[in-house]
């Protein structure tokens, strides 16, 4: 074996690639399974909050950059979401109602 087919052989693509959604869920899916017993001032992983929540992790950082989501905190080595403060969030867009519109142009969509 040469030594660029060593190098080849060594650096996959598959070590640059980004970790898909559900690899990311898989290793906070006991945080996820309790989600409901913690306290608000537990601190999360924003993978978490978009999974309740069922948002992609782009939505995430687009809802933060918005300021609908409240800013990520940097605990130890990575940003965590506050869930006291990410409820009190949640809770007063649920009350202001959502002022989404829907995009279908069919009639019963829109009805709806």
């Not at 559900?22 to 006991?30: F, G, K, Q, S, V």
């Not at 979401?81 to 007063?92: E, V, Y």
């Not at 829907?102 to 019963?108: F, G």
Request: proline share 5%.
């Amino acid at each position: 074996m040469s030594a660029e087919e060593a190098i080849a052989a060594a650096v996959t693509p598959k070590q640059w690639r980004v970790p898909s959604k559900n690899t990311l869920i898989a290793r906070n899916i006991e945080v996820i399974k309790h989600f409901d017993q913690l306290p608000d001032s537990a601190n999360v992983a924003l993978e978490v909050c978009c999974a309740v929540d069922g948002v992609s992790i782009a939505t995430g950082f687009r809802l933060i950059q918005r300021g609908i989501w409240p800013a990520l905190e940097k605990t130890g080595t990575k940003p965590k979401m506050n869930l006291g403060k990410w409820r009190r969030a949640r809770a007063a867009l649920a009350a202001a109602g959502s002022r989404r519109k829907s995009r279908s142009t069919k009639p019963e969509a829109i009805a709806a």
